[in-house]
């Protein structure tokens, strides 16, 4: 199994933040189908402030090229990405369009 880490921010307004966290309460069981039929065994994301962070394990199979064309074709997906971007902020150095940053593993004990 390998760990993935990415971050992203949420828009600096409570209200928003508020939500956002309710929708993640209750996830949608497209979304979580699409998660897990790419090879996600565990996904968990953590707030702090305006700062998203999330750990992904995928299993061996993974791959981000195939996950991305999937959720392409999804409309589901494409319906939960397009609502989540109205509370989410691109990081600076972001690409267009590029929302989750993988982040790089400096450390490990």
Not at 49 to 73: H, P
């Amino acid at each position: 199994m390998k760990r993935h880490c990415f971050t992203l921010d949420l828009i600096d307004d409570e209200k928003l933040i508020k939500t956002y966290k309710k929708f993640h309460e209750s996830v949608w069981p497209e979304i979580k189908e699409s998660i897990t039929s790419a090879g996600v065994k565990e996904l968990e994301i953590y707030l702090l402030g305006t700062r998203l962070f999330m750990i992904m394990d995928v299993d061996d199979f993974f791959s981000f090229e195939a996950k991305a064309q999937s959720d392409l074709e999804n409309e589901k997906v494409q319906e939960w990405e397009k609502l989540m971007w109205n509370y989410q902020k691109a990081l600076p150095g972001a690409k267009p369009d590029e929302k989750w940053m993988l982040m790089e593993n400096i450390f490990k004990l």
